[in-house]
Nanobody, 114 residues
Framework: QVQLVESGGGLVQPGGSLRLSCAASGRVFSVYTMGWYRQAPGKQRELVAEITSAGSTNYADSVKGRFTISRDNAKTTVYLQMNSLKPEDTAVYYC????????WGQGTQVTVSS
């Protein structure tokens, strides 16, 4: 069983930055593929970025060059650095962990607005 707790969301102006964190409990964090998804009102949940146990990363086209996912296995934490934020980035952001099973965090709201 893995428990995921996100933090770092909030309100930011267009062009601003935020860093999301996701602290994971449970054993063997390093083997999990960790990811960030988001869901905007009226839309389906979509993958934003993911990072494998080997450190390989994958990004949605809409965030390439603006967002960076990273992980600290010693701290069992995954991060999402979000720069040059746009209003269309507004959503609830969810952390995920995938190995044999798939786990979700509770989500953190990110609002990009002037």
């Amino acid at each position: 069983q893995v428990q995921l707790v996100e933090s770092g969301g909030g309100l930011v102006q267009p062009g601003g930055s935020l860093r999301l964190s996701c602290a994971a409990s449970g054993r063997v964090f390093s083997v999990y593929t960790m990811g960030w998804y988001r869901q905007a009102p009226g839309k389906q949940r979509e993958l934003v970025a993911e990072i494998t146990s080997a450190g390989s990363t994958n990004y949605a086209d809409s965030v390439k060059g603006r967002f960076t996912i990273s992980r600290d296995n010693a701290k069992t934490t995954v991060y999402l650095q979000m720069n040059s934020l746009k209003p269309e980035d507004t959503a609830v952001y969810y952390c995920s962990a995938r190995f044999v099973n798939f786990y979700w965090g509770q989500g953190t709201q990110v609002t990009v607005s002037s």
